[in-house]
């Protein structure tokens, strides 16, 4: 009868292989999964006779113990690296190397390897089932501080970046040496006033001597102050008078005055040489207002918005997670998993930083499932569940032989 049972419990193993083989394969597909793999182990055996040390005149003897079946020791999961698949989704993820994303749901936080993620209806990164993608939002200067606890990582469609007031101008280039006094270069620039609206600004500069030019700035027909109105360039063609003015007296409608100063002697400084003359301005330090249109994700997790202004901004920074036994982990459907006893504490911290994996946008890491290894465990899981149900029919057979014995 024990042959019985042990083949009892080895079609009872068995057919738990074929069980987890089956959820491998049945997953071969699924992004972010992670398969498992069955370890067996020998159940209790019975001891007939114990052992007996060696004596005066004898050897000692081994003990005789006839085994009971077999049984699932453990069903661990497989951690290696899936392979990554690029999607093309600004909000597909995929972790390149440890560690999870940190989901935090109705139900508890929980975490996945799937970056299956989007953007819901109130700017909050989701996962497929609702679950709130956690991490740090940045301040309103664009710093984000990892060492704080996560947060749901939200960003507004609507919100905007704050214009900037132009404080500096620069200008650059050649006012030819080549223009007969009395002639007029000009040049012009849209800088940005305290509410952001675009002002034009045209500066004039008129040729009064062989080494002197007078400097006038007009603003939508008002002429400004300058703090210095002639130019003067030495023998080699640098300039010799002051390479900063400043410039007032104009104020836009709804906003304070406009102060800037116009500088000249910055990487291309303005020079009097002789050909054909190309003075201009080069750049200003404001912007108008920018609207939120698009973003884009680091390979350290940092989300970064991209504003109507072309100006770039930090918004905030996903958080992933790392665990000492990340065999430990609870399987909890969806792909996600949730921490216990023998997981060990989730280490939260940034990407890319201690042990955990860099992040890739717009790819999706892939299930590590190897179907070759799979389809041989199936072979073997078929194989075993036959030889186990043979042992019951041999089994069978003799206690069918020992019924028949009185006939």
Do not use: C
Request: overall charge negative; aromatic content about 6%.
């Amino acid at each position: 009868m024990r042959s019985m049972f042990a083949g009892v419990s080895g079609l009872r193993s068995h057919q738990t292989m074929m069980d987890v083989v089956g959820n491998n394969i049945a997953n071969v597909n699924t992004a972010g999964f992670k398969s498992a793999q069955i370890t067996f182990g020998e159940a209790m055996a019975q001891t007939l006779q114990g052992p007996a040390g060696a004596g005066l005149g004898s050897g000692g003897t081994n003990p005789l113990q006839i085994g009971l079946g077999v049984q699932v020791a453990s069903i661990d999961g497989v951690f290696t690296q899936g392979a990554t698949q690029i999607t093309g989704r600004p909000t597909d993820i995929a972790i390149q190397g440890d560690g999870f994303f940190v989901l935090q749901g109705s139900a508890g936080r929980v975490y996945t390897r799937a970056g299956t993620f989007r953007w819901d209806e109130s700017g909050n990164l989701v996962a497929p089932g609702g679950q709130l993608v956690q991490g740090w939002l940045a301040d309103a200067n664009g710093n984000v501080q990892t060492q704080t606890a996560v947060t749901s990582i939200n960003l507004p469609l609507s919100q905007v970046i704050d214009p900037v007031e132009t404080s500096s101008v620069t200008l650059g280039g050649n006012l030819s040496s080549d223009m007969p006094i009395g002639d007029i270069h000009n040049t012009s620039i849209v800088i940005y006033d305290s509410l952001g609206e675009p002002q034009e600004l045209l500066m004039e500069f008129e040729k009064t001597a062989a080494n002197t030019w007078d400097v006038r700035a007009t603003m939508n027909g008002t002429s400004l102050t300058l703090s210095s109105s002639a130019l003067t360039f030495g023998p080699d063609g640098t300039l010799t008078s002051a390479s900063t003015i400043s410039v007032g007296g104009y104020t836009p409608p709804g906003a304070a005055p406009l102060s800037f100063d116009v500088e000249l002697g910055g990487s291309s400084p303005l020079v009097q040489f002789g050909g054909a003359p190309s003075a201009e301005s080069i750049d200003q330090d404001g912007n108008a207002i920018g609207f939120l249109t698009d973003f884009s994700i680091a390979t350290n997790g940092t989300i970064s918005g991209q504003f109507s202004n072309g100006e770039t901004k930090v918004l905030a920074k996903i958080a992933t997670a790392t665990f000492n036994n990340p065999s430990g982990l609870i399987r909890a459907g969806e792909t996600r998993f949730e921490a216990s006893v023998n997981s060990g504490q989730p280490l939260i911290g940034e990407p890319g930083n201690g042990n955990r994996g860099m992040l890739s946008a717009g790819a999706l890491e892939m299930s590590n499932v190897d179907l070759a290894q799979e389809f041989t465990n199936l072979i073997i899981a078929q194989r075993g569940f036959q030889a186990n149900s043979r042992v019951i029919t041999a089994s069978d057979e003799v206690l069918a032989d020992l019924v028949n014995l009185k006939r």
